[in-house]
């Protein structure tokens, strides 16, 4: 029975080739786009489960409400994991991480030196609380000494070769480190990656500090412990050991700090979150966003049933060719039963070959895909057990999906009327309606994929262009120039005597991200929390300001001129409200000069600069202030050449001159920005893509539609021209239904679009409006994309010949 059915089914695909092949091709893309998507989402959701107490590992995190700013960040106080361990027997274990940023890294006895970006500090613990095989040393001991690092096996063959790493020294920024672990490189799917662990214990950090922030710190429960419940211990703990540091930075305790409406919480989220869930300050990478993961999921199942649309469409508009093959069938005995299998087989058979069309799709798309989307995704991953299930049950559940009601639709047939030919109330009367709401579905989605696509462009254009208060064009970011030492400035001046280069500041603070820090001010003399602005404190030099282009609304630049302004402070527009206004000019404010909160440092405000973004357009401009410390973290040289690359390679030449063993490492500061919204204009680029796809596979089926419309109306079209009809005429008839359809599917789209989109830009504190003319814009192009679909078929049997047409009835 099935073998007869396969070859019943063949033979009908055969018979409607043209037919067939747009079902065929339309099906393989709507697959191979809900396999790259499935791929996709099945990645993003898989970050940092392959630890093996992934279930019970947990990032604490602090939220600061204080000063006039809030933060919210990733990064918690250092005494905090030590704390929770020793007196809450609910913690199994800890483990901290400090990243340190970029080292130039050397193996010791060599001169080959190279910029080394994923190095991190971490407890001995480290091994405890994450799955992190070595190929080589002790994991309870591997860290426990000062001046011991565990390296990857990618950082090994960089820096080794092939020979054995274990026991070998290592030179980070001079300083040595016995290598004492081998690790196997980590994972791609994890939130954070680092290729050296150097011994937390070696870090030159000032500890106990309840009020600085700077360490990520993770805790194991214990099996059975509710983390809910536990998390309420945090703010005990923080009233305990934090509270008698409150007295003394803000002269209240930490009770009162509440009360006066300012907020320090330390709570947790899961490991299993942070990639999707979590979007804190100092993140130790970019994180995914759960958000997208939704969307991509619906326009995989929206793309799909485009396709399965596609193939009921065309299935029930064939029916007539097929009446009296099913009325004969049922004459000669055949159950609905038996020709609703028929007409299955033909369905999953389609799918089938559509699934085997779909993944040599996805063969050439992968590498396209991963280069936009930022994965390392392989079709090995295909070849799991999970994947070949989803292989083998989707073409058959399209194909069960996409065949149920042509089939129920088909073998409903009364045989006494299809074999007399009165398959009109059949195929009309019950068929048009259907596909008339299909083709509205279709073009709903595609409009709103459309208009999707327009607005992530648009503000991804207004971030790229918005004034941000200072220049970035033409800016180079050269990195690690504190192996420099005091000879940072005799390299700035020495570039500086370069033609095409403008001006230059040695500084480790950049409006790109960078390193930061923020710091709590009074007024000198003033040490009281409803006094207190916080904000953040970059040291600069004396060219800062003039190589950025910023703006001074009031005051002064620093100046060399002036010797007291080694006290001296300028405050941003932000900054400057907090304190007061314009009247800060002249103001003495003061913070704390020492860890032990007994010693302060005043300084007098000069000036008041025009704010300008120093973080991401997702959140406002906070307090800052600029001090004169020149922070050889790095430095920025502004640059007015014709030939940038031969400029670069004479500053290059002067680092060389200098360090000729160091490394040169640099970026353009447009660069550096961009990266802050890389992942958007991933997703950007995604949504159009799959926003074209959509239209494609959704123009494949009216393309048919309007070939089956026109063949069954050739009779029709032959009488109209031989009473005088012209060919625009002819061609409005056979294109206004399906025009319709269309406005109709933007009428519904338009509302939908504008409210999905709302949602998507209020994660920017700075976003466009959405216009009107975005949605006319995107409605425009639906209907031309369907009148251009349809219209090729219109023209060509408006212009068939009459007597031809008349002919074939």
Same mark, same amino acid.
């Given at each position: ?55 019970? @590992? ?66 001995? &613990? ?59 490189? !980590? ?12 011994? !937390? ?27 809910? %419940? ?7 703990? @923080? ?58 999921? %619906? ?46 087989? $033909?369905?999953?058979? !389609? ?64 045989? @006494?009327?299809?074999? #007399? ?5 059949? &195929? ?37 262009? #918005? ?200 970026? +353009? ?6 990266? !802050? ?30 070939? +089956? &419309?026109? $063949?069954?109306?050739?009779? $029709? ?50 976003? @466009?409006?959405? $216009? ?38």
């Amino acid at each position: 029975m099935l073998t007869n059915y396969l070859k019943t089914a063949v033979r009908s695909l055969r018979k409607q080739g043209g037919y067939s092949v747009i079902n065929l091709f339309g099906l393989a893309l709507g697959l191979a786009c809900c396999l790259l998507i499935m791929l996709y989402v099945v990645d993003e959701w898989s970050f940092d489960r392959y630890h093996a107490k992934a279930d019970r @590992i947990y990032r604490l995190n602090a939220d600061l409400r204080f000063g006039g700013n809030t933060m919210n960040m990733a990064v918690t106080p250092d005494p905090i994991g030590p704390t929770l361990r020793q007196d809450y027997p609910q913690v199994e274990q800890y483990v901290r991480l400090h990243q340190r940023g970029t080292y130039p890294v050397k193996r010791a006895g060599t001169t080959n030196t190279l910029r080394e970006d994923n190095i991190t500090f971490a407890d001995s &613990t480290l091994f405890d609380v994450f799955t992190l095989p070595l190929v080589s040393g002790s994991p309870k001991q591997a860290l426990t000494q000062p001046h011991t690092v565990v390296i990857s096996e990618s950082a090994a063959r960089r820096h080794f070769g092939d020979q054995n790493p274990m026991g070998q020294t290592l030179l980070f920024d001079k300083q040595g480190y016995k290598v004492t672990g081998l690790m196997r490189d !980590m994972p791609t799917n994890t939130h954070f990656h680092a290729d050296f662990f150097l011994a !937390m214990v070696s870090d030159d950090y000032t500890w106990g500090q309840w009020l600085s922030n700077n360490h990520h710190t993770y805790v194991v429960l214990k099996p059975g412990t509710n983390p809910e %419940a536990f998390a309420k211990n945090l703010d005990v703990v @923080i009233e305990k050991y934090a509270g008698p540091q409150f007295q003394i930075a803000v002269g209240s305790s930490y009770t009162q700090f509440k009360q006066a409406g300012n907020q320090y919480r330390i709570w947790m989220t899961p490991l299993t979150d942070i990639h999707l869930r979590s979007n804190l300050q100092v993140e130790l990478a970019p994180n995914g966003n759960i958000q997208y993961v939704y969307i991509f999921s %619906a326009v995989a199942l929206l793309i799909l049933l485009i396709a399965v649309i596609n193939f009921m469409n065309l299935a029930t508009a064939r029916s007539a060719g097929r009446a009296k093959e099913v009325g004969v069938r049922k004459v000669l005995g055949s159950e609905r039963g038996q020709l609703m299998s028929q007409f299955m087989t $033909e369905s999953i058979l !389609m799918t089938g070959l559509a699934m085997l069309l779909g993944l040599g799709t996805v063969a050439l798309l992968m590498p396209l895909f991963n280069n936009v989307a930022a994965k390392t995704l392989s079709l090995q991953a295909l070849l799991s057990p999970y994947w070949l299930l989803v292989l083998i049950l989707l073409p058959v559940f399209v194909g069960l999906l996409a065949g149920s009601y042509p089939a129920l639709f088909l073998s409903s047939f009364q045989p @006494i009327a299809v074999l #007399k030919g009165n398959t009109t109330a059949n &195929t009309n009367r019950r068929g048009v309606s259907l596909r008339s709401g299909l083709v509205v579905f279709q073009f709903m989605m595609s409009v709103v994929l459309i208009i999707g696509t327009l607005i992530v462009y648009r503000q991804i254009t207004y971030i790229q262009t #918005k004034n941000l208060g200072f220049q970035r064009d033409h800016v180079l970011s050269v990195n690690g120039v504190n192996v420099l030492g005091k000879r940072a400035e005799t390299f700035k001046q020495e570039v500086l005597q370069l033609p095409g280069v403008v001006s230059g500041s040695v500084s480790g603070y950049l409006p790109t991200p960078s390193n930061r820090s923020n710091t709590s001010f009074f007024p000198e003399g003033q040490i009281e929390q409803t006094k207190a602005v916080n904000m953040q404190s970059w040291g600069v030099d004396h060219d800062y300001i003039k190589t950025f282009g910023m703006q001074l609304v009031q005051g002064r630049d620093f100046s060399r001129s002036f010797g007291s302004d080694s006290s001296a402070i300028i405050l941003n527009e932000t900054a400057a409200k907090l304190f007061g206004g314009n009247s800060v000019l002249g103001k003495r404010i003061a913070t704390f000069a020492s860890n032990d909160l007994k010693t302060f440092k005043s300084y007098t405000v000069i000036g008041i600069i025009k704010n300008f973004h120093y973080e991401s357009l997702r959140q406002n401009i906070g307090g800052l202030s600029m001090v004169l410390n020149p922070n050889s973290g790095g430095a920025a040289f502004r640059l007015n050449s014709a030939n940038l690359p031969t400029l670069v390679r004479q500053i290059e030449a002067k680092w060389k001159a200098l360090v000729p063993e160091q490394p040169f490492s640099y970026e +353009f500061m447009d660069d550096g920005f961009d990266k !802050m919204y890389r992942a958007e204009q991933r997703i950007g680029t995604l949504a159009l893509t799959f926003a074209a796809l959509a239209i494609l596979i959704a123009c494949l089926g009216l393309f048919g539609l309007a070939a +089956f &419309t026109a $063949e069954q109306r050739t009779k $029709e079209i032959g009488v109209r021209k031989v009473l005088g009809a012209s060919v625009p005429s002819l061609i409005a008839l056979l294109s206004k239904d399906f025009l319709k359809l269309v406005v109709i599917a933007i009428l519904i789209a338009s509302p939908v679009a504008w409210w999905a989109m709302h949602q998507w830009l209020q994660d920017f504190a700075y976003r @466009i409006e959405m $216009e009107w003319w975005v949605f006319g814009l995107a409605g425009t192009l639906a209907v031309a994309i369907a009148l251009l679909t349809v219209s090729f078929q219109s023209i060509k049997a408006a212009l068939m010949n009459p007597v031809k047409s008349l002919r074939s009835e």
